[in-house]
C-alpha cells in the first residue's frame, strides 16, 4: 500500500468550506469527488463576495464616488493577485473574462480578424490535440470553416499522452497558432509543454495554453511556460462562476484587433470610426465581472496562503493512493496515464458493462458524488472505444478515507448490477 506522505491538514481546510459539512440522501456525508468540473468554496470567497455586495458595489472605472472607487479598487487589485499568482510580467497582461471558454474563443477570433502576421486565413494551419476540452476544439472548427483554414491535431497514445511521433509533420511552416490543454480534464495527462512550445517556436507559431485543470493544483508560471497566451477559470481553484482569465505577451496584445466592442473598450467614439483602449482594457468591453473578480482575487489570497506546492504534493499522495486502491476493483478500467507522474488530479474509468451513469447515480445515493459522460471530450470516448467514463477528481481538502469510500461504493456498484 502507498506510503501517504505530503498531506495537508484537511481537518483544517475542510473547516473552512461549509458544503463539505454537507449530508445528502438521509444522512449520508458528502463525499465530493467532482472538483475537475468546480470546486467547493472557501468561506473566505464567500466572505468576500458578500461584503462586495454589502459595501462597496458600484460599476468600476468611471465613477468619481466613493463606492466606485472602492469597487474599481477591489477589481484592479484582483488583477494584481493574478498577475502574481501566474508571475506575469505585467498586470496589463491579464485580461478577466466569464471562463476559459470565452478566453480561448477571445484568441482564436482576434486571430480571425487580425492582420498579418498573426492572420489566420486559408494558407494556414491550426495544430489542436484529440484530447482537448470542447472549449479548446469548436472555436478552432469555426474559426476553419470562416476563414479557410486547415485544422490538424495531434493523436492518442493508448495509454493516454499525445503521440508525438510526427511532431515535424503536424507543426509545420504554415502552422499560425498551436493550441494545447496543459493537464487533461478527462485523462488526466500532464502534457510535455517544453516539447511543444520548442517546435511551435522553431516555425514561428504562436502558442496557447489550456491551464484550466492545472491553474488550481500547480504553480503556474507563464513566464516558463513560454506560451503566448495561457487561459484558466476560477470557479475550479475556490474561486466563483462566472470569472476566467486570459493572460498574453503584451506586444501580441497591443498588436491584435478586440473581439467585442462596447463600453470601456475604447480611447474615442465617432459615428464612422474608433479608437480603442491599451491592454487589457481592449479586450474587456461592457460592464465587467467585478464581484465574481473580487472573489478569484480572495481565492487566490486563499490558495497562496497554504502554497501551491503544498496543494500539489497533497494532490499527488491522495492521486497515487486512488490509483492503488482502484486498481483492486474487478473489471475496472482506468482510461489515461497509469503512472502518477504523469497525470494530475482526476481519474476516469470505467467499470465492466455498467455505464458510467448507472455508476455514478448509485454512488450519488450512497453520497459520493462524481462526474459522468463524456467531460466536454467526446473524442477522447471515440478514441478509446467507450460510451463515457465515471471520473473522481480530487483537491486540497480530499483525503485518503473518501478515496475508501469511493472504493466501497464501487463494490457496491458491482454488487447491485449483479
Same mark, same amino acid.
Given at each position: 500500500?502507498?506510503?501517504?506522505? *505530503?498531506? @495537508?491538514?484537511?481537518?483544517?481546510?475542510? &473547516?473552512?468550506?461549509?458544503?463539505?459539512?454537507?449530508?445528502? $440522501?438521509?444522512?449520508?456525508?458528502?463525499?465530493?469527488?467532482?472538483?475537475?468540473?468546480?470546486?467547493? &468554496?472557501?468561506?473566505?470567497?464567500?466572505?468576500?463576495?458578500?461584503?462586495?455586495?454589502?459595501?462597496?458595489?458600484?460599476?468600476?472605472?468611471?465613477?468619481?464616488?466613493?463606492?466606485?472607487?472602492?469597487?474599481?479598487?477591489?477589481?484592479? #487589485?484582483? =488583477?494584481?493577485?493574478?498577475?502574481?499568482?501566474?508571475?506575469?510580467?505585467? =498586470?496589463?497582461?491579464?485580461?478577466?473574462?466569464?471562463?476559459?471558454?470565452?478566453?480561448?474563443?477571445?484568441?482564436?477570433? !482576434?486571430?480571425?480578424?487580425?492582420?498579418?502576421?498573426?492572420?489566420? +486565413?486559408?494558407?494556414?494551419?491550426?495544430?489542436?490535440?484529440? !484530447?482537448?476540452? $470542447?472549449?479548446?476544439?469548436?472555436?478552432?472548427?469555426?474559426?476553419?470553416?470562416?476563414?479557410?483554414?486547415?485544422?490538424?491535431?495531434?493523436?492518442?497514445?493508448?495509454?493516454?499522452?499525445?503521440?508525438?511521433?510526427?511532431?515535424?509533420?503536424?507543426?509545420?511552416?504554415?502552422? &499560425?497558432?498551436?493550441?494545447?490543454?496543459?493537464?487533461?480534464?478527462?485523462?488526466?495527462?500532464?502534457?510535455?509543454?517544453?516539447?511543444?512550445?520548442?517546435?511551435?517556436?522553431?516555425?514561428?507559431? @504562436?502558442?496557447?495554453?489550456?491551464?484550466?485543470?492545472?491553474?488550481? $493544483?500547480?504553480?503556474? +508560471?507563464?513566464?516558463? @511556460?513560454?506560451?503566448?497566451?495561457?487561459?484558466?477559470?476560477?470557479? &475550479?481553484?475556490?474561486?466563483?462562476?462566472?470569472?476566467?482569465?486570459?493572460?498574453?505577451?503584451?506586444?501580441?496584445?497591443?498588436?491584435?484587433?478586440?473581439?467585442?466592442?462596447?463600453?470601456? !473598450?475604447?480611447?474615442?467614439?465617432? !459615428?464612422?470610426?474608433?479608437?480603442?483602449?491599451?491592454?487589457?482594457?481592449?479586450?474587456?468591453?461592457?460592464?465587467?465581472?467585478?464581484?465574481?473578480?473580487?472573489?478569484?482575487?480572495?481565492?487566490?489570497?486563499?490558495?497562496?496562503?497554504?502554497?501551491?506546492?503544498?496543494?500539489?504534493?497533497?494532490?499527488?499522495?491522495?492521486?497515487?493512493?486512488?490509483?492503488?486502491?482502484?486498481?483492486?476493483?474487478?473489471?475496472?478500467?482506468?482510461?489515461?496515464?497509469? +503512472?502518477?507522474?504523469?497525470?494530475?488530479?482526476?481519474?476516469?474509468?470505467?467499470?465492466?458493462?455498467?455505464?458510467?451513469?448507472?455508476?455514478?447515480?448509485?454512488?450519488?445515493?450512497?453520497?459520493?458524488?462524481?462526474?459522468? *459522460?463524456?467531460?466536454?471530450?467526446?473524442?477522447?470516448?471515440?478514441?478509446?472505444?467507450?460510451?463515457?467514463?465515471?471520473?473522481?477528481?480530487?483537491?486540497?481538502?480530499?483525503?485518503?478515507?473518501?478515496? +475508501?469510500?469511493?472504493?466501497? #461504493?464501487?463494490?457496491?456498484?458491482?454488487?447491485?448490477? #449483479?
Amino acid at each position: 500500500m502507498t506510503q501517504l506522505t *505530503g498531506l @495537508l491538514d484537511t481537518e483544517a481546510i475542510r &473547516k473552512d468550506f461549509p458544503a463539505l459539512d454537507r449530508t445528502v $440522501h438521509d444522512g449520508r456525508r458528502l463525499v465530493y469527488l467532482d472538483n475537475a468540473a468546480t470546486s467547493q &468554496k472557501p468561506r473566505q470567497v464567500l466572505d468576500a463576495l458578500t461584503t462586495y455586495y454589502e459595501r462597496h458595489n458600484a460599476n468600476v472605472h468611471r465613477g468619481v464616488h466613493v463606492l466606485a472607487e472602492e469597487a474599481t479598487a477591489l477589481y484592479e #487589485g484582483a =488583477r494584481d493577485r493574478v498577475a502574481t499568482f501566474i508571475n506575469a510580467p505585467s =498586470r496589463d497582461e491579464v485580461i478577466f473574462t466569464k471562463n476559459a471558454s470565452e478566453s480561448l474563443n477571445l484568441v482564436a477570433n !482576434m486571430l480571425g480578424w487580425a492582420d498579418d502576421p498573426y492572420r489566420v +486565413d486559408e494558407r494556414t494551419e491550426i495544430v489542436i490535440t484529440e !484530447m482537448e476540452h $470542447h472549449s479548446n476544439i469548436v472555436p478552432w472548427q469555426l474559426l476553419s470553416q470562416r476563414t479557410g483554414a486547415t485544422l490538424r491535431w495531434f493523436g492518442l497514445t493508448d495509454d493516454g499522452r499525445l503521440d508525438l511521433s510526427r511532431i515535424e509533420e503536424v507543426i509545420t511552416e504554415r502552422t &499560425k497558432i498551436v493550441s494545447f490543454v496543459l493537464v487533461s480534464n478527462i485523462l488526466g495527462t500532464v502534457n510535455p509543454v517544453e516539447t511543444i512550445v520548442r517546435r511551435a517556436q522553431e516555425v514561428g507559431a @504562436l502558442v496557447l495554453i489550456d491551464a484550466s485543470q492545472a491553474a488550481p $493544483h500547480q504553480v503556474l +508560471d507563464v513566464q516558463a @511556460l513560454q506560451a503566448d497566451f495561457v487561459a484558466f477559470t476560477g470557479h &475550479k481553484m475556490c474561486g466563483p462562476t462566472g470569472i476566467g482569465v486570459l493572460w498574453g505577451r503584451q506586444e501580441l496584445l497591443e498588436d491584435l484587433p478586440p473581439f467585442l466592442g462596447g463600453g470601456e !473598450m475604447i480611447e474615442t467614439v465617432s !459615428m464612422s470610426s474608433s479608437t480603442y483602449a491599451p491592454a487589457p482594457y481592449k479586450f474587456e468591453a461592457g460592464t465587467p465581472p467585478i464581484a465574481q473578480a473580487v472573489g478569484l482575487g480572495a481565492a487566490i489570497d486563499y490558495l497562496s496562503g497554504i502554497g501551491m506546492e503544498r496543494i500539489a504534493a497533497h494532490e499527488h499522495a491522495i492521486t497515487a493512493y486512488a490509483l492503488e486502491r482502484l486498481a483492486s476493483v474487478p473489471d475496472l478500467r482506468v482510461i489515461g496515464p497509469p +503512472d502518477v507522474r504523469d497525470r494530475g488530479a482526476a481519474i476516469s474509468f470505467t467499470l465492466g458493462d455498467i455505464h458510467p451513469h448507472d455508476v455514478g447515480q448509485v454512488l450519488d445515493e450512497l453520497g459520493i458524488a462524481v462526474r459522468v *459522460g463524456h467531460h466536454c471530450a467526446r473524442p477522447v470516448c471515440l478514441r478509446y472505444g467507450v460510451p463515457a467514463t465515471t471520473r473522481a477528481s480530487f483537491y486540497l481538502y480530499s483525503t485518503p478515507a473518501e478515496v +475508501d469510500a469511493l472504493v466501497e #461504493g464501487l463494490e457496491h456498484v458491482r454488487d447491485f448490477f #449483479g
